[in-house]
């Protein structure tokens, strides 16, 4: 098309005069106003892609990722990511909306994308509930490996408690001098509660009485841990130890298995220290 005053000219619809002109600029100087990016950033991207400017789509992206995607225009920016086979913006866009899914998904970009392109909808549908499963593992993973490292904290102290003895509670066959500082094995805290029960329990059996069953398993955890059950100062621990000769199958994958969870835990215990950040543990005897 021509004017009036006859220069020629090209139109491209949609897109307002100032973004064709700073994408002008940009393609004889490399250069753009920030303000300008910040206004019409999406239009330039959509511009690059169809005039084929590699390196305005990659300013266009790197601007987006660094604080211009925003809750009201990160549902055109996936689609406009798509069109423009921008595949790493497409993958930020989709991060950042699992992310403030609430928010996002009542805006008006929303709204317009339902009525639109309903199969992008189920896809970030999809995107979410998968999203929400995996932080459901990940925290289900994570009380795990707490509760097993509060087991090899609970094996510790057990040690600590019969082989050394414990300001708090023992041991049977010690002496303490008076002058002997407080225990410094958080788990005897909780130990302490569980033996005292323990020794003056009338019930004791186990499967009779919900806290010595939880004793008799500490007992046995500590038995099938222990590489010394001839000289061990722990109660049962050679007992034990004859039991496992006896147990089916089933019983022994199941302590096998239990075994090394908390060995795993010992053995990455410095890098999970962060889980001990909140407080010192003490042994949770409703937990396991």
């Known amino acids: 098309m021509r ?36 206004r019409f950033v999406l239009h330039l991207l959509v511009l690059s892609h169809t005039f084929s400017v590699p390196s305005l789509k990659r300013v266009c992206s790197e601007h987006l990722e660094h604080g211009l995607l925003t809750m009201e225009n990160v549902i055109d920016a996936l689609q406009l990511a798509r069109m423009c086979d921008a595949s790493r913006l497409e993958l930020l866009c989709i991060r950042f909306i699992v992310n403030n899914f609430k928010s996002i998904s009542t805006s008006e970009g ?31 993973r994570i009380e795990e490996r707490k509760i097993y490292l509060q087991l090899y904290d609970a094996m510790e102290a ?63 955890l500590h038995s099938r841990m222990c590489g010394e059950p001839d000289v061990c100062k722990v109660p049962l621990c050679k007992h034990f130890k004859e039991k496992m000769k006896q147990q089916s199958k089933k019983d022994e994958v199941k302590w096998n298995l239990l075994v090394s969870k908390v060995m795993a835990a010992k053995a990455t215990v410095n890098s999970l220290s962060k889980f001990k950040a909140s407080g010192p543990y003490g042994i949770n005897i409703n937990t396991w």
């Open 158 to 220: 057990l040690m600590h408690i019969c082989k050394d003895g414990c300001r708090n509670i023992g041991p049977h066959d010690k002496v303490l001098k008076g002058g002997e500082g407080a225990c410094n094995f958080p788990a005897c805290k909780g130990l302490e509660l569980l033996v005292r029960h323990f020794s003056s329990c009338k019930v004791r059996v186990p499967g009779g009485c919900t806290h010595c069953k939880r004793m008799w398993q500490l007992l046995e």
């Open 110 to 140: 929303w709204k317009v994308m339902r009525k639109t392109d309903p199969q992008l909808e189920q896809e970030l549908l999809e995107y979410v509930v998968e999203a929400d499963s995996r932080k459901q593992e990940k925290t289900k």
């Open 3 to 38: 004017a009036k005053d006859r220069i020629p000219c090209i139109r491209i619809p949609g897109v307002p005069s100032e973004a064709v002109r700073t994408f002008v600029r940009f393609l004889y100087s490399s250069c753009y106003e920030k303000e300008a990016m910040k």
